[in-house]
């Protein structure tokens, strides 16, 4: 009896570490549009963003300047150049490089130029948890996407899937923000180019 209690407890542990850490699900539309496709534009956006606790990311932003700046002069604005900068060095490279390790093999390309391509794929964050560490104690970064399929150059939207994903670093060497955020965006894309490989190119 206890042999078996202590498998369940692992059985659903694990189960529930790998629904926290990565979720894709189609909301509506079909992907398989995707198959016999080359190359698929893909854009990055973070239109109506909530980060932690609040609602709307220009509070966020304003709250952590403030507070950077009260303890040492200029460390908020350096902060905020690091928030918004990171999303293009760190954030949507390091997504592009992992959905791609999963559909290069389908002979599925991602380009951040549209043009030529038939379809773009639209990356919103609709949500940002940067997570913290401070040694003693620590929190993994979260981010929840929708992810928008539509017809290049218009608005004419042929899939919408969720795709959300935890991140943090072997080792836990992740104190800077933009770390573990890079390491949410990996796992995102992650998972949502195995979704792919296995749901719409084959």
């Known amino acids: 009896m206890k042999k078996f209690m202590f498998l369940f407890m692992v059985a659903a542990l694990l189960f529930a570490t790998n629904s926290l850490e990565a979720q ?17 534009g893909v854009k990055f956006t973070y239109d109506n963003m909530a980060v932690g606790k609040f609602k709307k990311e220009e509070d966020y932003i304003k709250k952590k300047v403030k507070d950077y700046n009260e303890k040492e002069a200029g460390r908020g604005d350096s902060w905020k150049e690091a928030w918004i900068n990171d999303r293009a060095t760190r954030f ?3 997504f592009l490089d992992l959905v791609s390790k999963y559909t290069e093999k389908s002979g599925l390309q991602f380009s951040t130029d549209p043009a030529g391509t038939k379809y ?56 800077d923000t933009g770390v573990r955020l890079a390491e949410a965006y990996a796992k995102t894309g992650k998972e949502f180019g195995k979704y792919l490989s296995k749901k719409a190119l084959k």
Do not use: C, H, M
């Open 24 to 40: 894709v699900r189609v909301q509506k539309g079909d992907i398989k549009v995707l198959k016999g496709q080359k190359t698929v």
């Open 120 to 175: 773009t794929i639209i990356v919103n964050t609709d949500f940002s948890e940067p997570g913290f560490n401070v040694y003693v104690a620590r929190k993994n970064a979260e981010i929840k996407t929708t992810i928008t399929i539509v017809e290049t150059g218009s608005d004419k939207v042929v899939a919408k899937l969720s795709a959300s994903g935890q991140g943090r670093t072997f080792g836990g060497n992740d104190w």
């Open 92 to 94: 949507e490279p390091k």
